[in-house]
């Protein structure tokens, strides 16, 4: 399966999320293919850390858009792409070629807003793809409103299912990303760690 991570808008966690998803899919005994559509390269950066630290099981390096081709998906179990508007041809030509596209979102009206924006690029390439997004980086206080209101907000934009999942802002995640660890490899009681894995196991619920 070919799973597009992207958005507009910087900072929404796509790389994050990309890179968890990729060493939780690895822990399972799975190859995949690994792809960084984003010039800002964060995706493979992390996973240069990683190699760079030993840490295992490996991940195989992020390749670019000069090496994509139709078959990209023969020979491994999972692809993930990471991509943002600043390639557009290369994300166009991801979401051309993928099986669905995940679409994290932080909880402001910015980010709503770029999420709009983003389904309204890709809608003539998609078609009936499925568009899976998320909240991330939500508020971990109870009182603030945002998070709720942005899933609200998620809700009302058609082309587009929401994951009944969260993570939130937690340092677990800034931390284990700049040492080239997912979250569950540097604590796997942390609660960073158990909102990664339960993603994982939404997305991919036949290896969970």
Not at 39 to 54: I, N, S, Y
Not at 81 to 107: H, M, N, Q, T, Y
Request: aromatic share 8%; net charge negative.
């Amino acid at each position: 399966m070919i799973t597009v991570v992207g958005n507009l808008k910087g900072g929404t966690g796509k790389s994050t999320a990309a890179f968890n998803l990729a060493a939780w899919l690895v822990k399972q005994g799975k190859t995949v293919a690994l792809f960084d559509f984003d010039p800002q390269k964060t995706f493979h950066d992390v996973l240069e850390v990683r190699c760079e630290e030993g840490h295992l099981p490996v991940l195989p390096a992020a390749k670019d858009f000069a090496t994509f081709n139709s078959d990209i998906a023969e020979g491994v179990d999972e692809v993930i792409i990471d991509v943002s508007i600043g390639d557009e041809a290369a994300l166009l030509a991801a979401v051309k070629f993928a099986d669905r596209i995940l679409v994290p979102c932080a909880p402001s009206q910015a980010d709503i807003w770029s999420t709009q924006k983003f389904l309204t690029k890709i809608k003539a390439i998609a078609g009936a793809k499925p568009v899976l997004a998320f909240i991330n980086r939500a508020d971990t206080h109870h009182m603030v409103l945002e998070t709720e209101e942005a899933e609200q907000a998620l809700d009302a934009l058609n082309g587009l299912q929401r994951l009944p999942i969260r993570l939130y802002q937690r340092t677990a995640y800034r931390r284990s990303f700049s040492e080239g660890l997912a979250v569950f490899e540097l604590n796997m009681r942390d609660k960073a760690a158990q909102e990664v894995l339960a993603l994982a196991a939404l997305l991919y619920p036949h290896y969970a």
